[in-house]
């Protein structure tokens, strides 16, 4: 069992910045993929970005493309989602995932992804 924990969400305003963690236990976070995923209200949980487990690969969603970053450092357990030039369309509840490894046709569903945190909240104000 790997338990996820996200923070660093909060209320900013459009054009500004947010860096999300998320920290892992219970397992090597060495050996998992990690992904991000948001879900706005009404809406269906949606792919954000993913990062592979040596950090060497990354993959985004067009929609936060050149605006988001994905990093880890497994020394400490944690990664990462820094969030620039944030939008109201943003505005979301943020989670992080976890899979031992990412198949490049299932890394944007969320159904493939076996570990989840209970999310940290985004809200951008226009």
């Known amino acids: 069992q790997v338990q996820l924990v996200e923070s660093g969400g909060g209320l900013v305003q459009a054009g500004g910045s947010l860096r999300l963690s998320c920290v892992a236990s219970?397992?090597?976070?060495?050996?998992?993929?990690m992904a991000w995923f948001r879900q706005a209200p009404g809406l269906e949980r949606e792919f954000v970005s993913v990062?592979?487990?040596?950090?060497?690969?990354?993959y985004y969603a067009d929609s936060v493309k050149g605006r988001f970053t994905i990093s880890r450092d497994n020394a400490k357990n944690t990664g990462y989602l820094q969030m620039n030039r944030l939008k109201s369309e943003d505005t979301a509840v943020y989670y992080c995932?976890?899979?031992?490894?990412?198949?490049?046709?299932?890394?944007?569903?969320?159904?493939?992804?076996?570990?989840w945190g209970q999310g940290t909240q985004v809200t951008v104000s226009a």
């Open positions: 995932a976890a899979r031992p490894m990412v198949i490049p046709a299932e890394r944007k569903s969320s159904k493939s992804y076996d570990y």
């Open positions: 219970g397992r090597t976070f060495g050996d998992y993929a």
């Open positions: 990062i592979s487990r040596t950090g060497g690969t990354t």
